[in-house]
Each structure stands twice: as structure tokens, then as C-alpha cells.
């Protein structure tokens, strides 16, 4: 059984834009690196789901392109932000991801101590699960309850229209686990 998440409130970021202000209710950081092929992307960073940005920005280090699409809110109001995965399209992510042959996505989900790998790329999921697992996470590679494979989810825009995402639990996201997860996961990205 897949799980359904609620619909967002907004089914686009025109739509949210059109509704939100930047710089007071959510802000966009971009970080393009021409020699990387790879895209790091937080799209409910922020107080949206607490902790993917700072997991997406550790794994993109210095190395890798990353988008990160953050909520400013005060906490328990940034839901309204959330834009569903396959429908996330800020123009300058889906300009990022076209350029790109790989984009990670960085989700936060309910649950406890589970890291969860999705998305269209079977290669990188299973390399993404087996460093994970043994950095010594719980994973659930395959997810069938977060799938990412959705053509339209962002994590599968990137030049070769396959990617991955995470969706990991909020105690491993803003624990001392955040390190040791951004460390693995930039293991599983090498070439």
C-alpha cells in the first residue's frame, strides 16, 4: 500500500508565489557548480521539514549543485509551503536539474530511526541503501510508502529523467545522525 500524503496547499510555485512572500515567508538558495553533474535538492527545507537543509547542503559540499527551497515561517505554519514532489517546479530548480545528470532529493517523513530510498534510479537507490546501512541506518531501499518515481517528481528532471530521494525520519535529521548520513550518502555519489 503506497502512502498518500495530504495535498499541498499550493500546486505550484507560481501559485505559491503568487500567495507568499519571499524573504519574509520562504527563501530560494542556489548553488550551481558547472563541473559537477550532480544537483542536491532540499525542496521543503526550512521549517518545512526541519533538518533537509542542512543534510542537503553537507552532501553538495563544495562539490555539487545544490537548490534548496526553504519555509521561514514560525514553526507549525510552514505546511502551506510544502509543494508536492511532482509538482515542485521553481523555474530555477528545473533549470538546475535539466543541466544536471543526477538530482538527490532530501525529504523529511514521520516515523523513527528510518531512512527510506526512492526514485527511478535503481543503481543509485541501491548504492544510496547500501551506504547507508553500512554507516548503520535502518533503510527501507525500494520504498514502496515514499517511491519517488513519479517522472514529474523532481528528483527524476535531470538530464538522464531518473534520480533518488530520501525521506528520512525527523530524530535522524536533526540529530548528531545528520553528519554521518551526508557523509554516506556523498560516498554512494561518487563516480
Do not use: W
Request: glycine share 10%; charged share 25%; hydrophobic share 35%.
Amino acid at each position: 500500500m503506497i502512502a498518500r500524503r495530504r495535498p499541498g496547499k499550493y500546486s505550484s510555485y507560481a501559485e505559491l508565489a503568487h500567495h507568499e512572500v519571499q524573504g519574509r515567508d520562504y527563501r530560494v538558495g542556489a548553488s550551481r557548480r558547472a563541473h559537477s553533474p550532480v544537483l542536491i535538492v532540499a525542496p521543503h527545507g526550512g521549517m518545512i521539514e526541519v533538518g533537509t537543509s542542512e543534510i542537503a547542503d553537507s552532501v553538495a559540499g563544495a562539490e555539487h549543485s545544490l537548490f534548496s527551497f526553504e519555509g521561514l515561517k514560525p514553526y507549525g505554519a510552514n505546511r502551506d509551503l510544502h509543494i508536492t514532489s511532482h509538482q515542485f517546479d521553481h523555474p530555477d530548480c528545473l533549470a538546475m536539474a535539466a543541466r544536471s545528470e543526477t538530482v538527490l532529493t532530501v525529504h523529511g517523513c514521520l516515523g523513527q530511526s528510518l531512512i527510506h530510498v526512492g526514485g527511478l534510479d535503481g543503481d543509485l537507490a541501491a548504492r544510496l541503501a547500501r551506504h547507508l546501512r553500512e554507516a548503520g541506518f535502518a533503510v527501507d531501499a525500494a520504498s514502496e510508502k515514499y517511491p519517488g518515481r513519479h517522472p514529474f517528481n523532481i528528483c527524476n528532471r535531470g538530464s538522464r529523467e531518473k534520480g533518488a530521494q530520501l525521506e528520512i525520519t525527523y530524530d535522524l535529521r536533526t540529530g548528531a545522525s545528520s553528519t554521518a548520513i551526508a557523509r554516506a550518502v556523498r560516498r554512494a555519489i561518487e563516480p
